[in-house]
Protein backbone atom coordinates (compact mmCIF):
# COMPACT_ATOMS: atom_id res chain seq x y z
CA UNK A 1 0.00 0.00 0.00
CA UNK A 2 1.31 3.49 0.42
CA UNK A 3 3.71 3.56 2.85
CA UNK A 4 5.02 7.15 1.84
CA UNK A 5 4.28 10.21 0.15
CA UNK A 6 6.79 13.03 -0.93
CA UNK A 7 6.14 16.14 -2.70
CA UNK A 8 5.10 19.65 -2.29
CA UNK A 9 3.04 20.54 0.86
CA UNK A 10 -0.22 22.08 -1.17
CA UNK A 11 -2.42 23.29 1.84
CA UNK A 12 -2.27 23.18 5.49
CA UNK A 13 -5.95 22.88 7.13
CA UNK A 14 -5.42 21.29 10.67
CA UNK A 15 -5.03 18.31 11.21
CA UNK A 16 -5.55 17.92 7.18
CA UNK A 17 -3.02 18.76 4.53
CA UNK A 18 -2.51 18.25 0.62
CA UNK A 19 0.10 16.77 -0.71
CA UNK A 20 1.09 17.60 -4.46
CA UNK A 21 2.93 14.55 -5.50
CA UNK A 22 3.63 14.78 -9.22
CA UNK A 23 0.23 16.84 -10.03
CA UNK A 24 -1.56 14.10 -7.76
CA UNK A 25 -3.17 15.97 -4.68
CA UNK A 26 -2.99 13.17 -1.60
CA UNK A 27 -5.22 14.48 1.14
CA UNK A 28 -3.54 13.46 4.32
CA UNK A 29 -4.92 13.21 8.21
CA UNK A 30 -2.00 14.14 10.51
CA UNK A 31 -1.62 14.33 14.02
CA UNK A 32 -0.85 18.07 15.34
CA UNK A 33 2.06 17.20 16.23
CA UNK A 34 3.44 16.35 12.76
CA UNK A 35 1.31 19.06 11.68
CA UNK A 36 3.32 21.63 13.67
CA UNK A 37 6.50 20.75 12.69
CA UNK A 38 5.39 20.77 8.41
CA UNK A 39 7.61 23.25 6.43
CA UNK A 40 5.25 25.95 4.89
CA UNK A 41 3.05 25.61 1.76
CA UNK A 42 4.91 25.38 -1.81
CA UNK A 43 7.68 23.75 0.36
CA UNK A 44 8.81 19.89 -0.03
CA UNK A 45 7.53 17.29 2.71
CA UNK A 46 7.58 13.59 3.39
CA UNK A 47 5.13 11.78 5.21
CA UNK A 48 5.12 8.36 6.33
CA UNK A 49 1.52 6.56 5.79
CA UNK A 50 -1.54 4.62 6.92
CA UNK A 51 -3.71 3.70 4.81
CA UNK A 52 -7.15 2.55 5.72
CA UNK A 53 -9.77 1.60 3.46
CA UNK A 54 -13.67 1.13 4.92
CA UNK A 55 -16.94 0.21 3.06
CA UNK A 56 -17.02 4.05 2.78
CA UNK A 57 -14.12 5.92 2.90
CA UNK A 58 -10.11 5.44 2.14
CA UNK A 59 -8.04 7.87 4.40
CA UNK A 60 -4.72 8.40 4.56
CA UNK A 61 -2.79 8.87 7.22
CA UNK A 62 0.04 10.91 7.88
CA UNK A 63 3.34 11.01 10.22
CA UNK A 64 6.46 12.97 10.68
CA UNK A 65 8.42 9.72 12.34
CA UNK A 66 8.18 6.09 12.48
CA UNK A 67 7.77 6.14 16.37
CA UNK A 68 4.16 7.94 15.81
CA UNK A 69 3.40 5.83 12.87
CA UNK A 70 4.35 3.07 14.91
CA UNK A 71 2.33 3.72 17.70
CA UNK A 72 -0.91 4.75 15.54
CA UNK A 73 -0.68 1.20 14.73
CA UNK A 74 -0.88 0.05 17.93
CA UNK A 75 -3.44 2.20 18.69
CA UNK A 76 -5.58 1.17 15.90
CA UNK A 77 -5.38 -2.58 17.45
CA UNK A 78 -7.40 -1.33 20.94
CA UNK A 79 -10.79 -2.75 20.47
CA UNK A 80 -12.78 0.90 20.35
CA UNK A 81 -10.09 2.46 19.46
CA UNK A 82 -10.62 3.84 15.69
CA UNK A 83 -8.24 5.82 13.72
CA UNK A 84 -9.72 9.41 14.74
CA UNK A 85 -8.94 8.36 18.37
CA UNK A 86 -5.60 7.21 18.06
CA UNK A 87 -4.72 10.56 15.72
CA UNK A 88 -6.12 12.45 18.83
CA UNK A 89 -3.88 10.44 21.28
CA UNK A 90 -1.13 11.61 18.85
CA UNK A 91 -2.19 15.19 18.81
CA UNK A 92 -2.94 15.07 22.60
CA UNK A 93 0.77 14.09 23.87
CA UNK A 94 4.05 12.97 21.90
CA UNK A 95 4.95 9.53 21.31
CA UNK A 96 7.45 9.55 24.07
CA UNK A 97 4.88 11.19 26.87
CA UNK A 98 2.38 8.52 26.09
CA UNK A 99 5.26 5.63 26.67
CA UNK A 100 6.15 7.16 30.12
CA UNK A 101 2.15 7.39 31.21
CA UNK A 102 1.77 3.86 29.89
CA UNK A 103 5.17 2.61 31.56
CA UNK A 104 4.01 4.82 34.91
CA UNK A 105 0.41 3.62 34.41
CA UNK A 106 -1.01 6.77 34.58
CA UNK A 107 -4.56 7.10 33.06
CA UNK A 108 -4.59 10.97 34.51
CA UNK A 109 -2.30 11.83 31.51
CA UNK A 110 -5.13 9.76 29.12
CA UNK A 111 -8.38 11.20 30.51
CA UNK A 112 -6.99 14.89 29.88
CA UNK A 113 -6.81 14.03 26.43
CA UNK A 114 -10.59 15.33 24.44
CA UNK A 115 -12.24 11.76 23.67
CA UNK A 116 -10.81 9.97 25.75
CA UNK A 117 -12.55 8.51 29.10
CA UNK A 118 -11.46 6.84 32.33
CA UNK A 119 -12.67 3.31 30.79
CA UNK A 120 -10.59 4.10 27.76
CA UNK A 121 -7.57 5.15 29.27
CA UNK A 122 -7.87 1.97 31.47
CA UNK A 123 -8.41 -0.07 28.44
CA UNK A 124 -4.94 1.86 26.74
CA UNK A 125 -2.89 1.35 29.67
CA UNK A 126 -3.94 -2.60 29.87
CA UNK A 127 -3.73 -2.97 26.12
CA UNK A 128 -0.55 -0.72 25.86
CA UNK A 129 1.43 -2.32 28.41
CA UNK A 130 4.49 -4.10 27.28
CA UNK A 131 4.23 -3.19 23.63
CA UNK A 132 4.60 0.76 23.93
CA UNK A 133 7.33 2.32 26.70
CA UNK A 134 8.72 -1.29 27.84
CA UNK A 135 12.10 -0.06 26.11
CA UNK A 136 11.79 3.54 27.21
CA UNK A 137 13.82 4.51 30.00
CA UNK A 138 12.08 6.73 32.34
CA UNK A 139 13.67 10.41 32.30
CA UNK A 140 16.68 11.21 34.79
CA UNK A 141 13.88 13.38 36.79
CA UNK A 142 11.74 10.21 37.15
CA UNK A 143 14.63 7.95 37.68
CA UNK A 144 13.90 6.44 41.22
CA UNK A 145 10.40 5.26 42.24
CA UNK A 146 10.16 7.80 44.91
CA UNK A 147 10.23 10.80 42.52
CA UNK A 148 8.32 8.92 39.73
CA UNK A 149 5.71 8.95 42.93
CA UNK A 150 5.87 12.18 43.18
CA UNK A 151 5.25 13.35 39.65
CA UNK A 152 2.40 11.31 39.34
CA UNK A 153 1.14 12.85 42.78
CA UNK A 154 1.80 16.07 40.79
CA UNK A 155 0.08 15.54 37.47
CA UNK A 156 -2.93 14.12 39.57
CA UNK A 157 -2.95 17.22 41.06
CA UNK A 158 -3.49 18.63 38.08
CA UNK A 159 0.25 20.24 37.55
CA UNK A 160 1.29 20.37 33.65
CA UNK A 161 4.33 17.95 32.96
CA UNK A 162 6.68 20.43 32.56
CA UNK A 163 5.80 21.83 35.61
CA UNK A 164 6.37 18.63 37.61
CA UNK A 165 9.16 17.64 36.21
CA UNK A 166 10.98 21.03 37.14
CA UNK A 167 9.67 21.21 40.42
CA UNK A 168 11.37 17.43 40.86
CA UNK A 169 14.51 19.21 39.78
CA UNK A 170 15.20 20.96 42.41
CA UNK A 171 14.01 17.96 45.57
CA UNK A 172 16.75 16.41 46.67
CA UNK A 173 17.51 12.60 44.99
CA UNK A 174 16.60 10.55 48.28
CA UNK A 175 13.83 12.41 49.46
CA UNK A 176 10.30 10.43 50.55
CA UNK A 177 7.45 10.75 48.84
CA UNK A 178 5.27 12.75 51.10
CA UNK A 179 8.27 15.15 51.72
CA UNK A 180 8.79 15.25 47.80
CA UNK A 181 5.54 16.40 47.68
CA UNK A 182 5.31 19.03 49.75
CA UNK A 183 8.68 20.67 48.87
CA UNK A 184 7.81 20.73 44.98
CA UNK A 185 4.25 21.88 45.82
CA UNK A 186 6.01 24.74 48.16
CA UNK A 187 8.21 25.54 44.86
CA UNK A 188 5.18 24.82 42.23
CA UNK A 189 3.56 27.72 44.89
CA UNK A 190 5.99 30.34 44.29
Not at 19 to 40: A, I, Q, W
Request: charged share 20%; aromatic share 4%.
Amino acid sequence: MIGKLTGILAERNPPQVVVDCNGVGYEVDVPMSTFYNLPGAGERVSLLTHFVVREDAQILYGFGTAEERAAFRLLIKISGVGPRTALGVLSGMSVGELSQAITLQEAGRLVKIPGIGKKTAERLLLELKGKLGADIALPAHAATDAQADILQALVALGYSDKEAAASLKALPKDVAVGEGIKLALRALAK
